[in-house]
C-alpha cells in the first residue's frame, strides 16, 4: 500500500512538475531560449502574489487573476527587450543573458526581502486539507488541484496553438522565421507573444509552489529550474504534453526513492534524469529527430 | 529620388516602352556577402503587368538579388523603388505587407503546420485582393483534399506549388519567384509555369529567377542576365539571340558583331 501512495503522490506532484516546465519548454521550441532564469521568474511571481494578496486582501486562490497578467506583460517586454537583443546576437549569448538575469534577481530579492522563506495563503483549508484513500493514503486537496490546473494550462496552451491565429503564427515563426517574415508577420513580436504565454504559465507555477511549499530567494534555481529542467528532458524538447509525462515520471521517481530512503527522494529524481539522456536523450514522448 | 527623374536615363537597348512608372525600380544595388561582392551596382525595371525574368548561373547572384528586394538581405549601396516610394530600409514583413512577397528558394514550407495552415499564415497579413484560399482551392483541387495533411507529405511539385499559394493569398502586387523548376521533374516545371498566365491574370507582376534559360525565355515578356553580380545582358527575348544569351550566361566574349544590347545598358 505503502508503493501505491508513493505513486499517486508522485503523478500528483507530477502536475506540479508539468507547470514549472511547460513554460520553459515553450520558451525553448519557439525561440531557442533557455531561460536561466525561469526558475527565479516563478519566485518573483509567488512574492508578487504575496505582495497583492498582503495588500489587496484579494482571496489568496485568486491572486493568479492579477498576477499572470503582470507577469505575461514582463514576458512580452523581457522578450522584445532584452532576449531579443540576445537573439539578434547569438544563441549562446541568451544562455549568458539569462543567467545574468537569474543573478540579478535573485540577489535582488535577498536584498529587498531577506533569505526568509514565505508561504501564500498557509492555513486555508484547501491548502492544507485532505482526503483519505483507504487508511493508509492521504491525499491533499492542493495537489489536486494543481493537478488540474496543469491539465488544463497544457490543454489551454494546445488549443490556443492549433487553433488560434496567433498559435499558428508562434508554430510558423518556430519553423522558419524568414518565411514567416516573408508572409508578412514580424516574428519579435509573435516571440513576445510566445514569451507572454510562457511566462502566464511561470506565474502559476510561482504561486502554486509558494501554495505546495515555501518560497524563498534561492528557490527558483535549486528547485523550481531543475526540476523544470528534468521534466522537460525527460519528456522530450519542445513537446507540451511531454512536460506532463515528464513531470509525472520525475515525480513518481521521487516519491518511490523517498519510499526507499527518505533522503534519496531527490536523487532518485535525477538518476531517472539521467538514465532518459542516456537511453533516450530525445526524451519519452518525441520521436527521433525527423528529417 | 523624384519621378522624372527615372525617364529615359539609362535606356540604351530603347526597344522597350518607358511610358508608365516602373513597379518596381531598382538602382545600383549593391550587397555583400562578408567580404564577397554579391551584387554589383545591378539596376532593373519592372513594369506593371510584365514577367520580367532574372537568368544566369550558380552563384550569378540571382537569389541575392530577389532576397535583397524582399528585405531579407541589407544593401551596401543603392536602393529598391516600390511604385515610387523607396522601400530599401524596409523591414521584410513590411514590404510583404504592401505585396513585394517572395516564394523562396527550397520552397520554405512551415512544416509543423498543415497545407490549410500554410495557406491561413500566408493570407493572415496580406492585402485584400482576389485571391482568397477558397480560390487557391478551386485552381488546385488537390490542396483542397488535402488541406490537414502535414506539407512533408506532398511531392515536391505538390510542395513548390503550396509555396506559390501561399504566396498568392497575401495578394501580392508584385510576386517575386525565386527558382521554381529546382530539384522537379522537367514536366512539373511545365505544369507549374502554365500556371503563369492565370496568375498573371488577376493583375499581377512577376520578378523571376531561373537557371532554366529556355524555360525563362519562353515565359518571360523581359529577361536580364547576371554572371558574377552584374548585369551582362538585357532585353526582350526576341530581340536577343542564342549566341549573346550564352555569351551573357557564361561570360564569353561577345560572339562576332553583335554587342548592341548587351553590355552597354549600365549607365
Known amino acids: 500500500m505503502a508503493w501505491v501512495n508513493a505513486i499517486i503522490q508522485g503523478v500528483l506532484t507530477g502536475g506540479l512538475y508539468a507547470l514549472f516546465a511547460c513554460g520553459l519548454s515553450l520558451m525553448f521550441g519557439v525561440m531557442k531560449v533557455v531561460n536561466l532564469a525561469h526558475g527565479d521568474l516563478a519566485v518573483v511571481a509567488g512574492y508578487i502574489a504575496i505582495g497583492v494578496i498582503a495588500v489587496t486582501h484579494i482571496p489568496v486562490l485568486w491572486s493568479f487573476l492579477i498576477v499572470v497578467p503582470v507577469m505575461a506583460l514582463l514576458g512580452y517586454v523581457l522578450q522584445r527587450t532584452i532576449f531579443q537583443g540576445a537573439l539578434d546576437r547569438s544563441v549562446l549569448t541568451t544562455l549568458l543573458v539569462t543567467f545574468g538575469l537569474s543573478v540579478v534577481i535573485e540577489n535582488g530579492l535577498l536584498q529587498f526581502f531577506t533569505a526568509n522563506s514565505r508561504a501564500i495563503g498557509t492555513g486555508l483549508p484547501l491548502v492544507t486539507g485532505s482526503f483519505s484513500l483507504g487508511s493508509q ?20 496552451l494546445q488549443y ?18 524568414e518565411a514567416a517574415q516573408l508572409a508578412g508577420a514580424d516574428y519579435r513580436h509573435v516571440f513576445g507573444i510566445a514569451a507572454a504565454l510562457a511566462f502566464g504559465t511561470v506565474a502559476l507555477a510561482g504561486i502554486a509552489y509558494g501554495m505546495y511549499s515555501q518560497l524563498s530567494p534561492t528557490t527558483g534555481t535549486d528547485t523550481i529550474l531543475l526540476f523544470a529542467f528534468a521534466a522537460v528532458v525527460i519528456g522530450g524538447l519542445g513537446s507540451l504534453w511531454g512536460t506532463l509525462v515528464g513531470g ?44 | 529620388m523624384t519621378l522624372p527623374a527615372v525617364k529615359g536615363d539609362g535606356e540604351v537597348g530603347g526597344e522597350r516602352p518607358d511610358s508608365g512608372t516602373p513597379l518596381l525600380d531598382v538602382r545600383d544595388l549593391v550587397v ?47 536602393s529598391v523603388l516600390f511604385d515610387g516610394k523607396d522601400v530599401t530600409r524596409l523591414r521584410p514583413e513590411r514590404r510583404a505587407r504592401q505585396g513585394i512577397v517572395l516564394v523562396p528558394e527550397g520552397r520554405r514550407l512551415f512544416g509543423s503546420l498543415s497545407v490549410e495552415e500554410n495557406l491561413r499564415v500566408g493570407a493572415a497579413y496580406g492585402r485584400p485582393g482576389p485571391w482568397t484560399i477558397e480560390r487557391v482551392y478551386q485552381m488546385f483541387g488537390w490542396m483542397q483534399e488535402r488541406r490537414s495533411q502535414p506539407t512533408a507529405q506532398l511531392s515536391g511539385g505538390e510542395q513548390q506549388t503550396l509555396a506559390i499559394g501561399r504566396a498568392l493569398v497575401a495578394n501580392p502586387r508584385v510576386l517575386l519567384l525565386d527558382e521554381l523548376s529546382l530539384g522537379l521533374a522537367p514536366v512539373v516545371v511545365q505544369r507549374i509555369y502554365g500556371m503563369l498566365p492565370q496568375i498573371m491574370a488577376t493583375g499581377l507582376t512577376v520578378l523571376l529567377v531561373e537557371q532554366d534559360v529556355s524555360q525563362a525565355l519562353r515565359v518571360a515578356s ?44 549600365e549607365p
Open chain 1, 248 to 291: 509525472v515520471v520525475l515525480g513518481v521517481a521521487q516519491q518511490i526513492g523517498a519510499q526507499i530512503n527518505i533522503s534519496d527522494e531527490v536523487l532518485a529524481g535525477y538518476l531517472v534524469f539521467l538514465a532518459v539522456l542516456v537511453l533516450r536523450p530525445q526524451g519519452l514522448t518525441t520521436r527521433r529527430a525527423q528529417s
Open chain 1, 137 to 156: 493514503i492521504q491525499i491533499a486537496y492542493l495537489l489536486v488541484v494543481i493537478f488540474a490546473v496543469a491539465v488544463v494550462v497544457l490543454l489551454g
Open chain 2, 32 to 78: 555583400h556577402h562578408g567580404q564577397l561582392r554579391a551584387l554589383d551596382a545591378v539596376s532593373l525595371r519592372v513594369l506593371p503587368g510584365e514577367v520580367y525574368a532574372i537568368i544566369g548561373a550558380n552563384g550569378a547572384g540571382k537569389s541575392t538579388l530577389l532576397r535583397t528586394i524582399a528585405g531579407l538581405h541589407h544593401p551596401t549601396a543603392g
Open chain 2, 222 to 265: 523581359h529577361i536580364q542576365c547576371l554572371l558574377e553580380g552584374r548585369t551582362t545582358l538585357e532585353g526582350r527575348p526576341a530581340d536577343v539571340t542564342a549566341d549573346q544569351v550564352e555569351a551573357a550566361y557564361f561570360g564569353l566574349a561577345p560572339a562576332a558583331s553583335s554587342g548592341q544590347t548587351g553590355e552597354g545598358s
Open chain 1, 160 to 177: 490556443f496553438l492549433s487553433a488560434s491565429k496567433y498559435g499558428r503564427l508562434i508554430r510558423a515563426v518556430a519553423d522558419d522565421k
